[in-house]
């Protein structure tokens, strides 16, 4: 990912540590769920304005299922709560014309990953399935 710069009072700042670290933890997610034996079919898909962070065939082919991964870098904390009612209003819709669009007869679902990335320990992965309902 290259580094975007904005100046600030003569001052170069990088980009926010956030995006690495999101960066980071979609990809935990994306090799958690490939163990899983999900296949990736996007990462960071966007349509219009909503974004699908990863979209994963099941292991068995018959559903297709968008993933929002939440990454925090503390272990008190609980991404999956940053998952609000416009985020998953924005889903839903994402959700919705990937079936229109793709003429999809396959079950389409949202699930959920809330990782906690703390030093150089392992992450601590929950996986919420069906996490937002109305796909």
């Known amino acids: 990912m290259t580094a ?14 956030h ?10 997610a994306r ?7 999900y296949e990736l079919c996007a990462q960071n898909l966007r349509v219009g304005s909503d974004e699908a962070d ?12 968008i993933v929002e991964v939440k990454t ?7 991404p999956e709560e940053r998952v609000d009612a416009s985020k998953q209003r924005s889903l839903i819709r994402l959700a919705r014309t ?24 392992p992450p601590c992965i929950r996986w919420f399935e069906n996490a937002v309902m109305g796909s």
């Not at 990863?54 to 299922?65: E, I, N």
Request: hydrophobic share 40%; net charge neutral; with cysteine.
């Open 31 to 37: 090799v958690f769920l490939e163990r899983q034996g």
């Open 54 to 65: 990863l979209v994963m065939r099941s292991p068995d082919g018959s559903t297709l299922v």
């Open 19 to 28: 995006a690495e670290l999101a960066q980071r933890g979609e990809n935990a």
């Open 4 to 17: 975007q710069f904005v100046r600030y009072v003569g001052e170069v700042a990088r980009e926010p540590q």
């Open 72 to 78: 925090r870098s503390c272990a008190d904390a609980w």
């Open 98 to 121: 990937l079936a229109r669009r793709g003429n999809l007869s396959s079950p389409l679902r949202i699930d959920v990953i809330a990782i906690n990335l703390t030093g150089e320990s």
